[in-house]
């Protein structure tokens, strides 16, 4: 350290003063209707998802204008707790690790979400009785 008086000139070496300007992350939690992980023009912004920092902390719930957070410093990661009844088709491994510089932002960070109910798949399901008859 070093001792500072009112009025003397302080001069040192081997003290390195730095600010950073924290970042900010933001994107959209969105229904992927047809399940290809990007937000298509029928899909939609989906309120009531919970989006979590792992690293600093906090979390935002997604309203129709998508989740944000303001003041992050560094590195993080960005994951949502997916809701029952889904899969998360964006981003591939379902999280972002995030590494940013000062005063930098990660924008976009979308979350896609498909219902399985949503998929054009049609499956046909037998009774024991039907698997078991025997037709002429």
Known sequence: GFTGISGNLITTTGYDFGNFDNSD????????????????????AISGVT?????????????????????????????????????????VGGEYPLALTSGGSATLKHFGLFQTSDSSTKYRTFTADQLGAVHD
């Open 25 to 44: 992350v933001s994107g959209i939690v969105y229904r992927d209707y047809n399940g290809n992980g990007v937000m298509d023009g029928a899909d939609a």
């Open 51 to 91: 989006v979590d920092l792992a690293v600093n902390g906090g979390s935002d719930v997604s309203d129709g204008s998508g989740y944000s957070f303001n003041g992050l410093i560094t590195t993080d990661t960005v994951r949502i707790t997916v809701p029952g009844g889904y899969v998360v088709t964006e981003p």
